[in-house]
């Protein structure tokens, strides 16, 4: 059993910042890619961010410039930078993570973290 802890959303003004984070814990025997994905109000959840193990990353072109994405494998742990927040990017912020344990590899999902962006 895997269990994910997301933390680090809240309330700011537009062109501020916020760090999420995400720490995996369990029988956690490897973890391949993490990513950060968010689901706005009346629209579909999307795909923000993605590290793989080997640290190469990918974002939404909503995001880039904007966000950084990375990891601490010691600490199972992702992180979320965010920085010149817009009002568009209010959503629940959802990690997900593509986990070995001892018995099977599956993808987990953390509850989500509400960020909004509002003067």
């Known amino acids: 059993q895997v269990q994910l802890v997301e933390s680090g959303g809240g309330l700011v003004q537009p062109g501020g910042s916020l760090r999420l984070s995400c720490a995996a814990s369990?029988?956690?025997?490897?973890?391949?890619?993490m990513g950060w994905h968010r689901q706005a109000p009346g629209k579909q959840r999307e795909l923000v961010a993605v590290i793989t193990s080997g640290g190469s990353t990918n974002y939404a072109d909503s995001v880039k410039g904007r966000f950084t994405i990375s990891r601490d494998n010691a600490k199972n742990t992702v992180y979320l930078q965010m920085n010149s927040l817009k009002p568009e990017d209010t959503a629940v912020y959802y990690c997900k993570v593509d986990v070995l344990t001892t018995l099977s590899r599956n993808y987990y999902w953390g509850k989500g973290t509400l960020v909004t962006v509002s003067s």
């Open positions: 369990g029988s956690i025997f490897s973890i391949y890619d």
